[in-house]
């Protein structure tokens, strides 16, 4: 089965830093992955997608992530944080049928 | 494109009592949609597949006869918690598939926040 580990449940950067949030998946066939943000009491937005092609993925708001398959790793990173960040950061992979299977989640705080 | 929306954004109900949730695709149609639900400062786990025209696929732990599925068209699902209880208080998210490629995105509602009292 398929498996998705998020690193950190709380991670605190200052606005203008690094942003960089780590996720690792198990999966015994060619992964999708994805990484979604969620503000609070409202729904998720994608960020940003890896399906085949490409592995160092651009998304939206400067998001970016790199796919690792010999690390099983789809790390997000941002070279720049802005307050405007500071949400819930949720890393998910497919499962057979459209299934998405979710990490544990990574608050991410944005220190003025 | 690729929209959907949920109604109730919220709802409060006493203990014993059934509440319908709704999820639709506004600019799409959706053969499958999926449920969620997320407990505060949690991660979404997923509760069942809606299967449009057929039974939904229910996740291993969630009570088929509690929380009903019903996805009555192409573009609306319906979840029905029955018998609220308190333990059922959270928040549900709805999620359907759509894309022009060979691969499906979900595109997710709001979401709709339960308080069972």
């Known amino acids: 089965a398929q498996s998705v580990t998020q690193l950190g449940s709380h991670v605190s950067v200052s606005e203008g830093a690094l942003v960089l949030l780590r996720c690792n998946y198990s999966?015994?066939?060619?992964?999708?992955l994805f990484w979604y943000v969620q503000y609070p009491n409202q729904g998720l937005q994608l960020l940003l997608k890896y399906t085949t092609g490409a592995t160092l993925v651009k998304g939206i708001n400067g998001f970016e992530a790199e796919f690792k398959k010999s690390e099983t790793s789809f790390h997000l990173t941002k070279p720049s944080a802005h307050m405007s960040d500071a949400a819930e950061y949720f890393c998910a992979v497919t499962e057979g049928g459209g299934k998405l299977i979710f990490g544990q989640g990574t608050e991410l705080s944005v220190k003025p | 494109g690729a929209v959907v929306s949920q109604h109730p954004s919220w709802v409060i109900c006493k203990s014993g009592t059934s509440v319908k949730i709704e999820c639709r695709s506004l600019d799409f149609q959706a053969t499958t949609m999926f449920w969620y639900r997320q407990f505060p400062k949690q991660s979404l786990m997923l509760m069942a597949t809606?299967?449009?025209?057929?039974?939904?696929?229910?996740e291993q732990g969630v009570e088929k006869d509690k929380f009903l599925i019903n996805h009555a068209s192409l573009t609306l699902s319906t979840l029905t918690v029955t018998s609220a209880h308190p333990e059922d208080s959270s928040f549900y998210i709805c999620?359907?598939?759509?894309?022009?490629?060979?691969?499906?995105?979900?595109?997710f509602g709001p979401g709709t926040r339960l308080t069972v009292l």
């Open positions: 999620s359907a598939p759509w894309g022009r490629d060979s691969y499906n995105e979900q595109f």
């Open positions: 999966s015994s066939v060619p992964p999708y």
């Open positions: 809606s299967n449009e025209g057929s039974k939904a696929t229910y």
